[in-house]
C-alpha cells in the first residue's frame, strides 16, 4: 500500500512540475522587466534613481511583431503592470540605496512599442505615486511618481507638499517638477523565480524515481 502511496505523491509532484513548466514557458515568453537608471538632477544635484517594472504582455500581442504605440486593445487587451519600484542613491556612492519604494501598479497604460516580437517600450498617462521617508531629496516630505513616455524613456516626477502630486506634475514650479535627465529603459525577458526553478528540479527528480521504479 506504501507503493500505491508512494506513486501517487510522485504523480502529483510530476503533474505539479509540468504544470509549473508550461507556467513558465508563458512567463518566460510574456513577463518582462523594463529598467531605468539616472542622475535625477536640478533639484537633486547629488541625488540618483533607479526605477523597475514588470509587464505581463499577452502572447497574442506579441505575435503582432513591429508596432509604435500600439493600443492596449484586441490582441493587447490584458496587457498589465505587474510591479514596479524606485530606489534613491548618492552620485558619489551608487552602491549604498537609501531607499527603495514599491510603486503603485495602478497606471494607465496608453500604448506599447515591439520590435521583432519583443517588447521594447511602454507610455504611461498617469504616474506611479509614492511618498518617501523625510531623509530622502534633502530632508523634505517629498512625493515621487514615475513617467514612462516615447517607448523607453521615464522621468521621474517630484512635489512638495506631497498633495500636489500627481495632478502638478506637468508644472515646473519651485513645488512640483520632473527629473531633469530622462532615463533611457532597457527591456529584458524576465527569469524565473528561484521558487520556479526548484519545483522544476523536484518534478524532474520525481520522472527519474519513477522511471527507475518502473524498470526493477
Same mark, same amino acid.
Given at each position: 500500500m506504501w507503493i500505491n502511496?508512494?506513486?501517487s505523491v510522485l504523480s502529483a509532484l510530476v503533474l505539479g512540475a509540468i504544470v509549473t513548466l508550461g507556467g513558465t514557458g508563458t512567463a518566460e515568453a510574456a513577463i518582462y522587466t523594463g529598467r531605468w537608471d539616472p542622475a535625477y538632477g536640478g533639484i537633486f544635484p547629488d541625488l540618483g534613481w533607479s526605477a523597475t517594472a514588470k509587464f505581463d504582455v499577452p502572447t497574442p500581442c506579441l505575435a503582432l511583431g513591429n508596432g509604435s504605440n500600439l493600443p492596449i486593445s484586441g490582441a493587447c487587451a490584458g496587457f498589465s503592470v505587474l510591479? #514596479?519600484?524606485v530606489s534613491f542613491y548618492d552620485i558619489s556612492d551608487p552602491g549604498t540605496?537609501?531607499?527603495t519604494l514599491s510603486l503603485s501598479t495602478n497606471v494607465n497604460v496608453t500604448g506599447i512599442y515591439l520590435a521583432?516580437?519583443?517588447?521594447t517600450g511602454v507610455d504611461t498617462n498617469f504616474f506611479h505615486y509614492a511618498v518617501p521617508t523625510l531623509d530622502i531629496a534633502g530632508g523634505g516630505a517629498y512625493s515621487?511618481?514615475?513617467?514612462?513616455y516615447s517607448g523607453n524613456l521615464a522621468q521621474l516626477i517630484y512635489a512638495n507638499p506631497t498633495t500636489l502630486s500627481p495632478g502638478c506634475a506637468?508644472?515646473?514650479? #519651485?513645488?512640483c517638477g520632473m527629473s531633469a535627465n530622462p532615463a533611457v529603459g532597457t527591456f529584458t525577458t524576465a527569469v524565473p523565480e528561484p521558487e520556479t526553478y526548484l519545483l522544476m528540479l523536484a518534478g524532474l527528480s520525481a520522472v527519474g524515481f519513477v522511471a527507475r521504479?518502473?524498470?526493477?
Open positions: 502511496r508512494a506513486k510591479s #514596479a519600484k540605496i537609501l531607499e521583432g516580437s519583443q517588447l515621487f511618481s514615475l513617467l514612462l506637468f508644472l515646473t514650479t #519651485a513645488n521504479r518502473r524498470r526493477r
